[in-house]
């Protein structure tokens, strides 16, 4: 882009300014009396009144994205009134000085369906936003949270090893957030919620949250906004983001686009290691724990941990790094998991240093911003006028028989195109 910059000759220090800057392909018209200094000249007369001017770079990457997301935030809060504004200030004060109310409720107003509400929470994430990559460029670049994704199925004892895990972690001078997902009912459409009442002694802990989250219907073992709720836990100055699933299926791995590490939990009596090779969720895992390895479980704890290493030696390797462990681990006794934390931080370290980690997480960006592009194009389809008059009839006929569905939707799109 070029960006002509007119400037009087009393403006010298406000040229040599913007020079100091790295730009990329800019162009400053100067009058052609201007001296600019040694090492730098005017070339190319620009017209018969003697400006010049000279190309110099345009503000580096880094620069660029800040004062992008600086404009698309002052865009949004323009439409908000006072009131709004006030509100979601006292959200993000409260927020970045780690008030674990205003973090809840923060989370709250990105989990609305409102469409005002959705307005504010866009706010508030770019808020928070900025925060966060300042906070990143003090921190030399490096994240500012180590998220790890726990999933295993019912009876694998999930939340008993969160919450003996946190407690660790904490005692150790962490600040543990711990985001557990919970299954929807089809027919009503609540959620039990129960993950908290697991965690007593973890919820009372200051140095931790726990926030329960229906899943609302949405697939891959995660939330419509488990991302969201990621970056505003960041914010709050939460160093350890947990993100428990609801389960293990082949739906069950999206959870894997949001974190660093996934561990995968499995109880001893998980099956032989055919279950191991099934594609899916087993190939995503970094980390297998076998759990409840202690008492009588310890031998068969011993014969699935063995099956699970012939089992992963089979999967195509997806790190440069870094092969997936499978370790024993009891959230009773204790066993195992000090070593856990370990091997995660060793898999932390060795993604950092090879540039792995970074690369993943932008990868990510990318597969959150088309998840969120998907989720908005199917919400406007659904409420466009036309197509919403059309659809009980052309559902009615697809129930009857009279119409295939493929042609059904067809024709929505059709009058989607036709109308829009």
Request: hydrophobic share 40%; aromatic share 6%; proline share 5%.
């Amino acid at each position: 882009m070029n960006i002509p910059v007119l400037l009087q000759c009393s403006h010298q220090h406000l040229l040599r300014g913007l020079l100091s800057t790295p730009f990329l392909r800019s162009r400053f018209i100067c009058p052609s009396s201007t001296h600019l200094g040694s090492g730098i000249s005017c070339t190319q007369p620009f017209n018969s009144l003697g400006l010049y001017c000279t190309k110099r770079m345009l503000p580096s990457v880094g620069v660029k994205r800040k004062l992008c997301v600086q404009t698309t935030l002052k865009q949004h809060t323009e439409r908000l009134s006072d009131k709004e504004q006030r509100f979601v200030d006292k959200l993000y004060t409260g927020l970045i000085q780690g008030q674990r109310a205003c973090l809840a409720e923060a989370i709250t107003l990105i989990e609305s369906a409102h469409h005002r509400k959705k307005e504010l929470a866009q706010v508030l994430l770019q808020k928070v936003l900025i925060y966060h990559r300042e906070q990143e460029q003090l921190n030399k670049g490096k994240p500012l949270a180590f998220r790890v994704g726990l999933s295993g199925p019912p009876g694998a004892g999930k939340s008993t090893f969160i919450e003996y895990f946190g407690k660790m972690l904490t005692e150790r001078g962490h600040k543990v957030s711990v985001l557990a997902v919970d299954p929807s009912s089809c027919t009503s459409g609540g959620s039990l919620l129960g993950d908290k009442t697991r965690m007593t002694e973890l919820s009372r802990d200051m140095n931790a949250y726990i926030r329960p989250s229906p899943t609302r219907g949405t697939l891959g073992g995660v939330t419509r906004t488990t991302n969201e709720a990621i970056l505003l836990c960041e914010g709050g100055g939460y160093n350890i983001i947990l993100i428990e699933t609801v389960g293990v299926g082949q739906s069950e791995f999206a959870v894997a686009d949001m974190v660093d590490m996934f561990v995968l939990l499995l109880p001893p009596a998980g099956g032989d290691e055919l279950q191991g090779i099934k594609r899916g969720i087993i190939e995503m895992a970094d980390l297998v724990a076998v759990t409840k390895s202690d008492g009588d479980l310890i031998v068969p704890a011993r014969r699935i941990q063995a099956e699970y290493v012939s089992a992963l030696k089979l999967l195509r390797k997806r790190s440069e790094v870094w092969r997936p462990k499978v370790i024993r681990i009891s959230s009773r006794s204790g066993e195992g998991i000090s070593e856990m934390w370990d091997k995660m931080k060793e898999f932390q370290n060795l993604m950092l240093a090879s540039g792995e980690l970074t690369a993943k997480r932008q990868k990510q960006q990318k597969v959150w911003m088309w998840n969120l592009i998907q989720e908005s194009v199917l919400e406007h389809f659904r409420t466009h006028p036309t197509v919403r008059e059309q659809i009980p009839l052309l559902e009615r006929r697809v129930l009857s028989g009279a119409l295939p569905p493929g042609l059904a939707a067809d024709l929505l799109l059709k009058a989607f195109k036709d109308r829009d």
